[in-house]
């Protein structure tokens, strides 16, 4: 019988782990993990999956917990949006029932520039106002363009 050290067998133990997985371990692709938004890019990203293969303009509400998790999304608006149009209800109504405290605005557009109007500026501005006196927090206003380009208006971070 040989000799091992316990610095030896914790070295075996560790180096081994990396080439082998535990039997009853489950892959990440099958588990039901909550999608984190932490940037612009993987905001843009979801509101095209969500919007795939859809032709008209669409003004969607991400809602968030307090770790930048997907809890729920709310269609605000579709086609044409006026900022008179435009309300925080049905986000806040949402926001209530999944606990969600923060919330990414995002206008898609099947085609076009990736750059947000005065409207739609003034949108994002009156429903966040309505956001900060309900207790949510308007993180970022995403335009995103069926293309993939995306344009956020706060910067890289949420």
Known sequence: MTRTSVRTFFRRAVTGSRRSAHPEAVADRLLDLPVRVDDPATASRLALDLCRN?????????????RHRLVGHVVLATCWAQAARLSARPSLLTAGSSRASALVLVRYRH?????????ERRSAGSIG?????SGLTLLDHVVVVGTGEYASAFGDRL
């Open 54 to 66: 859809r032709r008209e303009e669409m003004t969607l509400a991400l809602l968030l917990d307090d």
């Open 111 to 119: 085609h076009g520039d990736c750059k947000a109007g005065l409207a």
């Open 129 to 133: 106002a309505a956001c900060v006196r």
